[in-house]
């Protein structure tokens, strides 16, 4: 784990609900990008467990099973509150890039001879 070979301690990961979490650990820390801190990391399992969590009870209720709707609410919401914070995260690493406009005209004043 310390070597980030493995996402949780004591799993082989192959069965479908492991890869569907580490599928949503890659797709949240790609949405970050960059180095990740410890505590960064930690947020993305959290949300990736909240995720799958919900995606398990959404299943549930598509099967036909009773689900607790106040529970799936809470997953649901945390889960979103998390994505979000990480989703500002990512915002702030995220260079600007300049408008195509923007740039294009800043190329072409560039060209421009002087005189």
Do not use: C
């Not at 099973?65 to 989703?87: N, T």
């Amino acid at each position: 784990m310390t070597n980030g070979t493995k996402l949780l301690v004591g799993i082989d990961g192959r069965s479908p609900t492991a890869r569907r979490f580490r599928d949503l650990v890659q797709a949240f820390k790609a949405e970050i990008g960059g180095d990740l801190s410890q505590t960064e990391m930690a947020m993305i399992k959290t949300a990736a467990s909240l995720t799958l969590t919900a995606e398990l009870m959404q299943a549930d209720i598509v099967n036909g099973k009773m689900v607790d709707s106040g529970d799936l609410i809470r997953l649901s919401s945390e889960a979103r509150r998390i994505l979000a914070e990480i989703a500002g995260k990512a915002s702030k690493r995220k260079p600007t890039v300049p408008a195509l406009q923007a740039y294009l005209a800043s190329k072409a004043a560039a060209e421009e001879p002087e005189g």
